[in-house]
């Protein structure tokens, strides 16, 4: 099976903190995405990245930054924390090329609270 | 645009008793089609996903899935409700190399 590890379930910070938010795939996934999930809002998808060192915006990038020194690994970055960027975050991950009925395998989520 | 509609936000089913739900989306073409599932403060597991080689498709936990091109849906169904099968749904849909989420169904089942 395939795991989505994100290293924190639940996490407070401050208003101004610099946030990472980090999450590793053990399935040689080319395709890394996160995820922002609000109530009524479903899931926004934020930055994802098909390689290493590669990078795209998605929906919502706005105040968010990524890195992705290492295949399994894709870390969000909140570069100065802001109370409207309280919510859950959820990591994904696909092989590639992807296509048809390959689904998207997600992480547990970490719950971020900005204060 | 490519959308993807839940019909309902939220669904109360007894114990014992079927569960609906809906899911339409809008597209040109023939998508590929999920289902996910999220309980409490977890991530979204999959429960089904579409393929071609029939329109009714089984998941796991009894849930089935019926596609209908001709009506663009691709509707959620499980015989009996338990009550483990409390949780959030989502209808996904996947264009090209993205997905699209709909905004949730939430499940709750009544003993």
């Known amino acids: 099976d395939v795991k989505v590890t994100q290293s924190s379930r639940y996490l407070v910070k401050r208003t101004g903190e610099k946030v990472f938010l980090e999450c590793v795939q053990d399935?040689?996934?080319?395709?890394m995405f996160w995820y922002r999930q609000d109530p009524g809002l479903g899931l926004r998808l934020i930055y994802f990245?098909?390689?290493?060192?590669?990078?795209e915006k998605g929906d919502i990038p706005e105040g968010y930054s990524v890195s992705r020194e290492k295949k399994e690994r894709f870390s969000l970055i909140l570069e100065s924390a802001s109370t409207n960027q309280t919510s859950m975050y959820l990591c994904?991950?696909?092989?590639?090329?992807?296509?048809?009925?390959?689904?998207?395998?997600f992480g547990d989520g970490t719950r971020l609270s900005i204060l | 645009a490519q959308s993807v509609t839940q019909l309902d936000s939220h669904v109360s089913v007894s114990e014992g008793t079927p569960v609906l739900l809906r899911c339409n989306y809008s597209?040109?073409?023939?998508?590929?089609l999920f289902w996910y599932v999220q309980h409490p403060n977890k991530g979204l597991q999959l429960l089904l996903k579409?393929?071609?080689?029939?329109?009714l498709v089984k998941g796991i936990n009894g849930f089935e899935a019926e596609f209908k091109k001709s009506e663009t849906s691709f509707h959620l169904t499980k015989p009996s409700a338990h009550m483990s099968d409390a949780a959030e749904y989502f209808c996904?849909?996947?264009?090209?190399?993205?997905?699209?989420f709909g905004t949730g169904t939430s499940l709750t089942v009544i003993p």
């Open positions: 990245s098909y390689d290493v060192k590669m990078k």
């Open positions: 579409y393929t071609s080689a029939a329109t």
């Open positions: 994904a991950s696909e092989p590639a090329p992807a296509y048809g009925n390959q689904p998207q395998h």
């Open positions: 597209s040109s073409y023939s998508p590929s």
């Open positions: 996904v849909v996947r264009w090209g190399n993205q997905f699209y």
């Open positions: 399935m040689d996934h080319e395709n």
